[in-house]
């Protein structure tokens, strides 16, 4: 395997992965079709990497605004980005793909099926993997324009590849880029992991006149109340019935995991991070998080739970009060048709 890793984006998990990977003797390309959010790094191709997991001037191979450039030799495409920005992405690979290339979306929001499909319908028939996993492999902001601050890395990152048939060819190349990684069954039970349609919404709806009444509000940490926690409990224990409706096995990574400093097992993040001040980071206005979870995060569940019927009265109560628009009824057809082996583990 080569050194060779591109990243995809210029946000916070983008500048944690290439500064912490070019730190780690990687080979590091970064990409963004936004060639303003690069300026900063565009001549010196150095990110400053501070906080208390890694420290250091991180020397980029490569910035760049092409995305065949970024990616031309890379074993490991890694694609931090929003599930929104994951289509565009996927339409530019199309003409520059190469056999045998691993794509790592962290998080995925079941992204990896829809780029496939995407992909797959732009005329690109090469051999590759697009493994997903529920979060960002960092706790981590971009805290300035040319800065990376990295809080902690993720202990554990069940990771599910499509087509599942290149499972074993994908999480041996990942692995040796993000040590935490390992397989799951298939990219749903990995999508099935991520948390922030758990944490964020309650969070935000729950919080709404705190944040806009007040100039910075710590939402993590004076937010996340025992209300709040309730819901978000309930939101997770039907997030588990789902991964159990379609047969998933443990460990299903239960958030209480993280909260519950009694809890045997560790969650995705060290449980101790928590009680790190870097992690109570201060957060103004977040009311910007809450359409991109409903609209990638919820729809899938209520797409899954309306094809299994699992849930409460096979209505999932708080998926559908987080989920502002249910007539979309794409996901459903979907799921009906997941367990076809021709779709989840074929191409």
């Known amino acids: 395997m080569s050194k060779k890793i591109a990243i995809l984006g210029a946000g916070n998990g983008a500048f944690a992965m290439a500064g912490d990977l070019s730190l780690q003797g990687f080979e590091v390309a970064i990409w963004s079709s936004k060639k303003a959010r690069l300026e ?53 690979l199309v003409p520059f793909i190469e056999d045998g290339q691993v794509i790592f979306l962290a998080p995925g929001s079941f992204g990896s099926f829809l780029m496939a499909r995407k992909m797959r319908e732009l005329g690109c028939f090469k051999e590759f993997a697009i493994c997903e996993t529920g979060t960002l492999p960092y706790l981590t902001r971009k805290t300035k324009p040319n800065e990376s601050s990295i809080i902690v890395r993720a202990c554990s990152l069940p990771t599910g590849v499509f087509p599942a048939r290149l499972t074993g060819m994908a999480i041996e190349k990942l692995k040796k880029v993000v040590p935490t990684v390992h397989a799951v069954e298939d990219v749903l039970s990995g999508a099935l992991m991520n948390a922030g349609p758990i944490i964020h919404p309650p969070l935000v709806v729950m919080n709404t006149g705190p944040i806009e009444n007040q100039h910075s509000y710590d939402i993590h940490n004076e937010g996340t109340s025992a209300g709040i926690r309730l819901v978000q409990r309930d939101l997770d224990a039907e997030r588990i019935i789902l991964r159990k409706a379609f047969g998933y096995a443990p460990k299903h990574y239960p958030l209480d995991d993280y909260y519950n400093d009694g809890a045997e097992e560790e969650w995705v993040y060290p449980r101790e991070s928590k009680k790190t001040p870097d992690v109570q980071q201060i957060v103004g206005r977040k009311g910007r998080l809450l359409p991109p979870v409903r609209n990638r995060g919820y729809r899938p569940w209520i797409g899954v739970h309306g094809f299994s019927g699992q849930l409460r009265g096979g209505r999932g109560l708080h998926c559908q009060l987080f989920a502002a628009d249910r007539r979309d009824c794409s996901w459903r057809r979907f799921f009906e048709n997941w367990k076809n082996p021709d779709i989840a583990g074929a191409w």
């Open 40 to 92: 900063a790094i565009w001549e010196t191709k150095t990110i400053e990497v501070v906080g208390p997991t890694v420290q250091g001037q991180a020397k980029l191979a490569l910035v760049t605004d092409h995305i065949g450039d970024a990616i031309r030799g890379a074993d490991v495409i890694c694609m931090p980005i929003p599930a929104f920005s994951q289509p565009e992405a996927a339409a530019a």
